[in-house]
């Protein structure tokens, strides 16, 4: 890959991220409300949400109309010139709607099937983070770094909850027995905003079930180019099963720990 190409993906992600992010920070209706529902009646899609995917396939497309697509609401596009975007036009949908600070544009490149630019708008925190592969990652254009690994007792983890009753009553039973062996556990409602805090020096370690490919693109891009490890079920990459981030002390006790807790199955 060329290092002009990947100039221009990293700054076409990082403008149409900050024209997501200033659509959904200035343009938020008082009476927003739900468009449709997904996996459950509790897993809601905002018109936000629509407007925010078409901004972003819009002005991509505009500069780059050969590329392939794949958006959390519905943009699906094979593209032939090697190279894929991966939205996800509001992470922490239900944070949004409820009005909370927690959600995120989140924008990853692809070049034949590696992520090579991630980007993670954070308008509520007026934050950007942003990583290209090989180049470290960094939050308003400075550099940061997952933190020195405490022991695990001491860590603070990250998590989150599926909207589907079945998958959240399996995933509480393990945070239920991760908890006493922590620090303490977050849940703040956005894979994209973890994964990122992982990398920035917020967590020690982050980890889920059910994810898809638009919630981790980006932040696992993030949190590996800090200096975290991610990877999903050990000897895996991140995948629906499971997806976990840490700095890699952590990360070489937590991944095990969740895989004999069962974290990657209902």
Not at 24 to 31: F, I, M, N, Q, V
Not at 93 to 99: E, H, P, R
Not at 130 to 137: L, M, Y
Request: proline residues 6%; glycine residues 12%.
């Amino acid at each position: 890959m060329t290092d002009p190409l990947r100039t221009e993906l990293l700054d076409l992600a990082l403008e149409a991220a900050r024209r997501a992010g200033a659509l959904l920070l200035d343009g938020r209706p008082a009476d927003l409300g739900v468009a449709a529902t997904k996996t459950s009646p509790v897993d809601v899609v905002t018109e936000m949400d629509l407007a925010s995917e078409q901004l972003i396939t819009d002005f991509l497309s505009e500069h780059r109309p050969d590329d392939g697509f794949l958006g959390e609401e519905g943009a699906s596009i094979e593209g032939t010139s090697g190279v894929r975007w991966i939205v996800d036009p509001i992470d922490g949908t239900v944070n949004y709607l409820y009005g909370l600070p927690a959600w995120a544009v989140s924008i990853a490149a692809e070049y034949r099937g590696e992520t090579v630019v991630g980007v993670v708008e954070i308008p509520p925190r007026g934050e950007t983070y942003h990583a290209v592969s090989g180049e470290g990652a960094r939050r308003n254009g400075e550099r940061v770094a997952c933190r020195p690994s405490p022991p695990l007792e001491r860590a603070l983890i990250g998590t989150g909850f599926n909207y589907v009753a079945e998958r959240r009553t399996a995933q509480a039973d393990v945070a239920r027995e991760l908890l006493p062996r922590v620090r303490d556990i977050r849940r703040s409602g956005s894979a994209a905003i973890d994964l990122c805090d992982v990398g920035g020096g917020r967590l020690d370690g982050f980890y889920e079930r059910g994810l898809h490919p638009w919630d981790v693109a980006a932040g696992d891009l993030v949190a590996r180019e800090a200096g975290a490890l991610t990877g999903g079920r050990p000897g895996r990459a991140p995948d629906g099963d499971l997806t976990v981030a840490a700095s890699p002390g952590v990360f070489e006790v937590l991944q095990p720990l969740l895989e004999e807790l069962g974290a990657w199955h209902d």
